[in-house]
């Protein structure tokens, strides 16, 4: 079983930045699609971003052009660059990664290994 570890979040003012990193044990992950999902208190976990393992990309309409998703493969991680934060994007981020070979989606269904979590908080 892979494990993720995310990391980078915090307290930002609105209209700031954080980059969100997901570390993978293992040497499989750039062969991997990883996803970004989010949950803020008293709701369901939502998708945000997707990175396949071709390197395609996927993201909720929510966040389009605003967070970017990229890929390190030498450093196994899967990165989150957040831009013009929201009060609204407030919430626990979780990284998900599919089996080898598996095609993106935005179903969390779909992912089989999470990490813990990071808490994202934005004030207005």
């Known amino acids: 079983q892979v494990q993720l570890v995310e990391s980078g979040g915090g307290l930002v003012q609105g209209e700031g930045s954080l980059r969100l990193s997901c570390a993978a044990s293992?040497?499989?992950?750039?062969?991997?699609?990883v996803g970004w999902f989010r949950q803020a208190p008293g709701k369901e976990r939502d998708f945000v971003a997707a990175?396949?393992?071709?390197?395609?990309?996927m993201y909720a309409d929510s966040v389009k052009g605003r967070f970017a998703i990229s890929r390190d493969n030498a450093k196994n991680t899967v990165y989150l660059q957040m831009n013009s934060l929201k009060p609204e994007d407030t919430a626990v981020y979780y990284c998900?990664?599919?089996?080898?070979?598996?095609?993106?989606?935005?179903?969390?269904?779909?992912?089989?290994?999470w990490g813990q979590g990071t808490q994202v908080t934005v004030s207005s």
């Open positions: 990175i396949g393992w071709k390197d395609d990309n």
């Open positions: 998900a990664r599919r089996k080898v070979f598996l095609d993106i989606s935005a179903k969390a269904e779909d992912y089989d290994s």
């Open positions: 293992g040497r499989t992950l750039y062969i991997s699609t």
